[in-house]
T-cell receptor, first 114, second 118 residues
Framework: AQKVTQAQTEISVVEKEDVTLDCVYE???????LFWYKQPPSGELVFLIR??????QNEISGRYSWNFQKSTSSFNFTITASQVVDSAVYFC???????????FGSGTRLQVQP | EAQVTQNPRYLITVTGKKLTVTCSQN?????MSWYRQDPGLGLRQIYY???????DKGDVPEGYKVSRKEKRNFPLILESPSPNQTSLYFC?????????????????FGNGTRLTVT
């Protein structure tokens, strides 16, 4: 079985603060992919990043960075100098070999106050 | 523009009245899928299709039907909707990777359909 846990239901920060969204996953497979999606208030789901299980390099894209640690089965997402436009629900997801669907976490709602 | 198009965006209906939510993609993707999103549960897969005329159940298929007669379209059918099917629905599509695997391709999602069944 596979499972994704996003323990933080809701986070509220003030603009320009850094914020980290946690994602912990469970899978017995050695080959799998992890994803992050953003769901802004308008409701659509926006793909942010994909990472395979063999690549533990951290990734940075502008103000966004991701920390993948297989030892702790975590794939955390950090937003540096948060902005109001970052307010959204963020989903972490996992897919392993042979599966036909992503397994999503329950999401973390981030509110960035001006 | 590459996209997944769902219609309608919002739908309010009554128990038992058959409805169809349409989904169309213009990316020539083999794989299409329906998810429902409920508070505290994230997204759960309803049905998926690996190609034309190939469909299979996801994690929560009860009360839903799908069809895949053409590659670009994957409608979701609720024959007799009930209030517990009130939810936010997403259609998604993706290319299949090596050996027909849905492993490393990101899903492209439609904008969602908010369904209310009274």
């Amino acid at each position: 079985a596979q499972k994704v846990t996003q323990a933080q239901t809701e986070i509220s920060v003030v603009e320009k603060e850094d914020v980290t969204l946690d994602c912990v996953y469970e899978t017995r497979d050695t080959t799998y992919y992890l994803f992050w999606y953003k769901q802004p208030p308008s409701g659509e789901l926006v793909f942010l990043i994909r990472r395979n299980s063999f690549d533990e390099q951290n990734e940075i894209s502008g103000r966004y960075s991701w920390n993948f640690q297989k030892s702790t089965s975590s794939f955390n997402f950090t937003i540096t100098a948060s902005q109001v436009v970052d307010s959204a629900v963020y989903f972490c997801a996992l897919i392993r070999t042979g599966r036909r669907a992503l397994t999503f976490g329950s999401g973390t709602r981030l509110q960035v106050q001006p | 523009e590459a996209q997944v198009t769902q219609n309608p965006r919002y739908l309010i209906t009554v128990t038992g009245k058959k409805l169809t939510v349409t989904c169309s993609q213009n990316m020539n993707h083999e794989y299409m899928s329906w998810y429902r999103q409920d508070p505290g549960l994230g997204l759960r897969q309803i049905y998926y299709s690996m190609n034309v005329e190939v469909t299979d159940k996801g994690d929560v298929p009860e009360g839903y039907k799908v069809s895949r007669k053409e590659k670009r379209n994957f409608p979701l059918i609720l024959e007799s909707p009930s209030p517990n099917q009130t939810s936010l629905y997403f259609c998604a599509s993706s290319l299949l990777g090596q050996a027909g695997r849905l492993l490393n391709s990101p899903l492209h999602f439609g904008n969602g359909t908010r369904l209310t069944v009274t």
